[in-house]
Every structure is written in structure tokens, then in C-alpha cells.
């Protein structure tokens, strides 16, 4: 039996760490978080002069990056934040399918569910540093919408992947996450 590969999928503000975390504390599962990975690198490496110039990680390097954790990581896990765009998900396909069950959890929330929920962070003192911007938070969401959405569409219906459409609007974190759970059992 393989073991699973959970991709969480979804726009800004819809949970996709919060519901790695609990999965990770609930199952044990790895968690591949591409964010803190880029965070990590050294402020001198190429990768991070590239994300200080505000610039988008070349793929390949960041097939490098998250194959290299991948290959790290036994057994079950999640990746957070990967892939975002159509050529990392047929990346992922391609590369993984045959080696994990490979499972997508599209956590679909409405846009203006996803803004009310940033905003509520920010007010309650969490949250990035770009969320008190209200035109990068836009312009952060029409990204998801223009470069996220087609690799969610394609995963949909992609050979070797279980996709499951999660609606997590509901306030109490716990319903979401029983929906989630389901999704993935």
C-alpha cells in the first residue's frame, strides 16, 4: 500500500496550515510547508536574493527544493503551499503518482470569505505581514485565482489523483475539519 501524499489546495485565508497542523497532530503525517522552506533558505543564496527582489522562485529550483523534501520525508505527508501554478502540479503528478496515493483537498471557500477571514486575523493580532495590506491581499487573491485555479481544475480530473472539493466556510473550525477528514479516509 502506498502511502499518502495530501496536497491542500485553496486560496488565502481558507486554513490550508491550520488543517496541516491538526492533520500532523492528529496522524503523525510529514509536513512539507513550501513557505517555511523558502523562509529558511540563507539571506545570501540565489533562492532568497530572488524572493527579496520580490520575484517568483524559478520551478526548477523549486522542484529541486520540494523534491529533495519529499525524498526526506517517510511515509504519509501533506505539502502546504505546492503546487501553485499547472507545470508544479503536473510536476507532481508526473514525478509522485506512481510512488504515493496521491490525494488533493481543495479547501473551497467564496472570496469574500477568504477576506473577511484575513481581516479577522489581522485584527486579532495574526496573520502575515502583507495581510494589512488591502491591495496586496487582492492582488495576492487574483493571483490564486489566475495561477492556482488552473492547476486546481487540472488536478480535478488528473489521471493517478484523488481530488476531493471540501467546503470549509463554516465558522467552527471543527466542522471544517471533520470535512477535511472525511475527504481524506
Do not use: C
Not at 82 to 104: E, H, M, S
Amino acid at each position: 500500500m502506498k502511502p499518502k501524499m495530501i496536497i491542500l489546495m485553496g486560496g488565502q485565508g481558507v486554513g490550508k496550515g491550520t488543517h496541516a497542523r491538526s492533520l500532523v497532530a492528529r496522524d503523525g503525517y510529514g509536513y512539507i510547508e513550501t513557505g517555511a522552506i523558502l523562509r529558511g533558505l540563507p539571506p545570501e543564496s540565489k533562492l532568497a536574493k530572488i524572493i527579496a527582489r520580490g520575484e517568483l522562485v524559478p520551478d526548477a529550483d523549486l522542484f529541486e527544493l520540494i523534491g529533495g523534501a519529499i525524498d526526506k520525508t517517510s511515509g504519509n505527508i501533506i505539502l502546504d503551499g505546492f503546487p501553485r501554478t499547472l507545470g508544479q502540479a503536473q510536476w507532481i503528478v508526473q514525478n509522485y503518482a506512481d510512488k504515493y496515493d496521491v490525494r488533493v483537498i481543495y479547501l473551497n471557500v467564496p472570496k469574500e470569505i477568504m477576506l473577511a477571514r484575513i481581516q479577522k486575523r489581522i485584527r486579532e493580532g495574526g496573520g502575515r505581514a502583507d495581510d494589512a495590506d488591502d491591495s496586496i491581499v487582492r492582488r495576492r487573491l487574483d493571483n490564486f485565482f489566475k495561477t492556482t485555479m488552473p492547476a486546481i481544475e487540472w488536478l480535478r480530473t488528473a489521471n493517478g489523483v484523488k481530488f476531493s472539493d471540501v467546503n470549509v466556510d463554516d465558522e467552527d473550525f471543527n466542522v471544517n475539519f471533520a470535512r477535511v477528514s472525511a475527504a481524506i479516509d
